[in-house]
C-alpha cells in the first residue's frame, strides 16, 4: 500500500484502513484471538499500518487483542480508538463527551492496548450537550501530556465539527484531523456539508461501512445470509439496484464486487479518503485489499455516480439554478477563473 497524510499532520498513515470491531466473539459474531492475528498479519504484510478501534468494541476485547499484536513493533503502527459510547449500563457519567467521560475512557483504553499513547483519538458521536470547549480543552490536554497525539470526530454534524474546530483554532488547542463519517455508493448525504466542511478544514475523512454492510458485494443478491436485517435501507430496492450495477461493473473489469465499491469510495471528490475496511476471514481482507491494484476507469466512475445520485439539498440546489447565480455573480460567472466552489461537486 501507499500512504498519505493524516489532516493538516505530518503524520502518515496507509491508503487503507482497517477497522477490528470483528476482534472478539463477544458480540455473537466476529473472530477469535487466532483467526484476528491471521487477519492482522494480512494487512499489515500488505504495509498497512492504520488500525482503527474503540472502547466499545467486543466489550474490550478488540483493543486487548490489538494491544497484544502491535507490542513487538508498537512505534510502526497508528492506532486509532475512540470515546463517547458506554462502558457501563445505567452509569451517565460512564458514557457521554464529557471530560470525566474522556480522561476514563482514554485510561482504560491505555490498559486494554498495553500502551503509553494513542496515536488517534476519536471521539465516537456527538451527545448533544456537551459544550464544545470542554470537549476540545479536554482533547487538547491530552495531547499536551503526550497520550494522545491527534484527535478525530465521529458520526458528529458538520456545524458541531466547525464550532470545534474554530474554537480550537482561536485558542491555539489541538484540532480535529480526521473525520469518520459512513459513507458509500448506498449512502451519499454525507457529501454536502461534512465534505464541504472537511475540505475546509483539511481534514480526512475516513469512511466506515464503505461496503454498505457487506451488502455492495453482492452476497445478498445471491440469497446467502448475514448480519443486516431484512427492512433495512441496505437491502432497499434503490440498495438492490445499485449493487447489481456494481456487479455488473466489476464482471466488466475483471475485479471484484467489493474492490469496485471501496475504489468508488476512494476515488470520490477531491478529498483525502481513506476507508475503513474490515473482515472476519483473511480471504475477505485480501479480496479488499485488492482495491489497491488498480483505479476505476472514468466510464466506470460515471456510470456509478449516476445510478448513486443523491437530490441536492438547499442551498446547494439554490445554487445550482441559474437566475440567483447571475444576480450573485452580475451575469459573468464564467469570467471568474478562480473556482473555489461548484456545485458540479456534488
Known amino acids: 500500500m501507499k500512504y498519505r497524510l493524516f489532516g493538516n499532520t505530518g503524520l502518515r498513515v496507509s491508503e487503507l484502513c482497517f ?8 458480540w455473537g459474531w466476529g473472530s477469535d484471538k ?23 468494541y467486543t466489550e474490550g476485547t478488540s483493543e486487548k487483542f490489538l494491544g497484544e499484536f502491535i507490542a513487538s513493533d508498537r512505534d510502526h503502527f497508528v492506532i486509532a480508538t475512540k470515546y463517547t459510547l458506554k462502558d457501563r449500563n445505567g452509569d451517565l457519567n460512564f458514557a457521554g463527551n464529557h471530560r470525566k467521560n474522556l480522561m476514563r475512557s482514554v485510561r482504560d ?7 503509553e499513547y ?10 448533544l450537550m456537551t459544550p464544545v470547549d470542554e ?3 479536554g482533547f487538547d490536554d491530552l495531547v499536551s501530556r503526550g497520550l494522545v497525539h491527534y484527535i478525530g470526530v465521529s458520526d458528529t454534524p458538520a456545524w458541531v465539527v466547525s464550532q470545534c474546530n474554530t474554537l ?7 484540532q480535529f484531523a480526521g473525520l469518520q463519517v459512513e459513507y458509500s455508493l448506498i449512502q451519499r448525504t454525507v457529501e454536502f456539508d461534512l465534505f464541504s466542511m472537511a475540505t475546509a478544514f483539511g481534514m480526512t475523512v475516513t469512511p466506515w461501512a464503505p461496503l454498505g454492510g457487506g451488502a455492495l458485494t453482492g452476497k445478498y ?5 448475514g448480519r443486516i436485517q431484512e427492512g433495512s435501507k441496505r437491502l432497499s430496492e434503490r440498495a438492490r439496484s445499485i449493487t447489481q450495477k456494481v456487479v455488473e461493473v466489476a464482471e466488466h473489469l475483471g475485479v471484484t464486487p467489493a474492490q469496485v465499491a471501496i475504489n468508488w469510495t476512494r476515488q470520490h471528490r477531491q478529498l483525502s479518503m481513506v476507508p475503513i475496511i474490515g473482515a472476519t476471514k483473511v480471504a475477505h481482507v485480501e479480496d479488499m485489499l485488492g482495491a489497491t491494484k488498480f483505479v476505476l476507469p472514468r466510464a466506470a466512475f460515471d456510470e456509478l455516480n ?14 445550482a439554478e441559474k437566475t440567483p447565480m447571475d444576480v450573485v455573480y452580475s451575469g459573468a460567472r464564467e469570467k471568474l477563473e478562480d473556482s473555489r466552489f461548484r456545485v458540479s461537486d456534488y
Open 19 to 26: 477497522g477490528t470491531m470483528g476482534f472478539g466473539t463477544e
Open 34 to 56: 487466532e483467526e484476528s492475528r491471521k487477519i492482522f498479519d494480512t494487512f499489515a504484510n500488505a504495509d498497512g499500518n492504520f488500525f482503527d478501534t474503540a472502547n466499545r
Open 109 to 115: 483504553s491505555l490498559k486494554r492496548l498495553n500502551t
Open 118 to 127: 494513542i496515536d488517534i483519538l476519536w471521539m465516537h458521536a456527538w451527545d
Open 135 to 137: 470537549i476540545m480543552r
Open 168 to 174: 480550537a483554532q482561536l485558542r491555539g488547542w489541538s
Open 221 to 225: 443478491l445471491k440469497g446467502e445470509k
Open 306 to 319: 449516476e445510478i448513486t445520485k443523491i437530490d441536492l439539498p438547499f442551498p446547494y440546489s439554490f445554487f
